[in-house]
Structures are given as C-alpha cells and as structure tokens.
C-alpha cells in the first residue's frame, strides 16, 4: 500500500532555515508533490519532483531521493507568512495520496 | 489564479437530508477532483473526472455520488448525510495528466446535526 509521513510540527525564527521531512512508501512512484495550506484557506502548489536531485524555486526548495523513499522541503529567510501547513502529496499507480501535513510555526 | 469556485461556501444541514456540492472551472482543464479534508487525516479523495460523464471512485467514496455533464461543472452529491460527513470538501482541478499539479478551490465547510 501507499504510506507517507510527515512530522506534525514544527517551530522556526523568523529569517531561519528550516527542513520538513517526508517519508513514503508507494509503488509505481511517478511523481511527488509539495503544497502549502495557510489556516482557513486552499491548499497552493509549491513544488513537484519526479527525479532525485534538488529543485530550486526562489526562497524555496524540494529534494528527492528515490531509492530511499525520502523528500524534504526546504524554506530559506523565514517570513512569518510561511506560517502554514506544508502538505506532501505521492504520485503512485493510478493515484495521488497525500501526508497529514506539516504544521509551521514561525516565530519573530 | 485558476478559475475555481465552490458553492456553496458554508452549509449546514440535517442527518438523512440529501446534499449536493457544486464545483466549477473556467480553465477547461479535463480532471477534476473531490477531497475531504479532516483533522488526523489530511486530503482524501472522494471520487475524480478525467472527462464529460467520466468517472471513477477515490479512496473514501463510500455514501457519495458524483456528476459531470459538462466540462465546467462537477457535482458531489451526500445523498442521506451522516454526521461522519461533517468535514471541509475541496474541489481541484488538474490538465494534461491525471494527478499533475492541482488547483484547489476554496473549499465548503458542511455541518451534518
């Protein structure tokens, strides 16, 4: 079956760095994704990696390592509007499961 | 912004009555998608469309229906609601391939007393 973890949350300063794991297991792995939820509000797509390696966008960043069924998220220069739930989500055969999400607490 | 909307926004309703959700796009994107959204369990889809009058059953489908007779419009029908059905729905959207990135709508907070 699918499985994915994720921490439940996290604390971070303000103009900090901070990583948030997500662990899985799928088969027929084809893909996986990052969202962003602010409290009350619509998940918004952040980031999608298919291949092992990092990606980079702006203030943010997403690695991924196949073989060991791992992701993180990476948030550089923390603003306290990154105070939000970071959602991964795992492309497998046929379907798309998502983690319980990442709650983040930014603190100035 | 993709062009998503939800109504409605906020119901609340009664154990048995029927309830129906309405989602609609005007990107014209051919999937589109219904989640749950609850604490402790994180987005789970209902049922999805990849097209006019195609679809096929998520994870959680059971005591949900589904509808989609024109491109921009996709229905989700509670056709008894229980009170394990109060939850925050989602509607999304994706193109080019089931399961790309999705666009989210604003969500129906639904109350079942």
């Known amino acids: 079956g699918q499985n994915i973890d994720q921490p439940t949350e996290m604390t971070a300063t303000e103009g900090a760095i901070v990583q948030i794991n997500c662990t899985y297991q799928?088969?027929?792995?084809?893909?996986l994704f990052w969202y962003q939820q602010h409290a009350g509000e619509a998940p918004t797509f952040l980031s999608y990696?298919?291949?092992?390696g990092l990606e980079e966008k702006g203030r943010f960043s997403s690695f991924l390592s196949r073989s060991k069924g791992y992701s993180y998220l990476l948030l550089k220069e923390l603003q306290m509007k990154d105070s939000a739930s970071y959602l991964c989500a795992v492309r497998g055969k046929g379907k798309l499961i998502f983690g319980q999400g990442t709650e983040l607490s930014v603190k100035p | 912004d993709a062009g998503i909307t939800q109504s409605p926004r906020h119901k609340v309703t009664e154990t048995g009555t029927p309830v129906t959700l309405r989602c609609h796009q005007t990107e014209n994107h051919r999937y589109m998608y219904w989640y749950r959204q609850d604490p402790g369990h994180g987005l789970r889809l209902i049922h999805y469309s990849y097209g006019v009058k195609d679809t096929d059953k998520g994870e959680v489908s059971d005591g949900y229906s589904v509808s989609r007779s024109k491109t921009e419009d996709f229905l989700l029908t509670l056709e008894s609601a229980t009170s394990s059905q109060t939850s925050v729905y989602f509607c999304?959207?994706?193109?080019?391939?089931?399961?790309?990135?999705?666009?989210f709508g604003p969500g129906t907070r639904l109350t079942v007393l």
């Open positions: 990696n298919v291949l092992d």
């Open positions: 799928t088969s027929g792995f084809n893909g």
């Open positions: 999304a959207i994706s193109d080019k391939t089931s399961y790309n990135e999705q666009f």
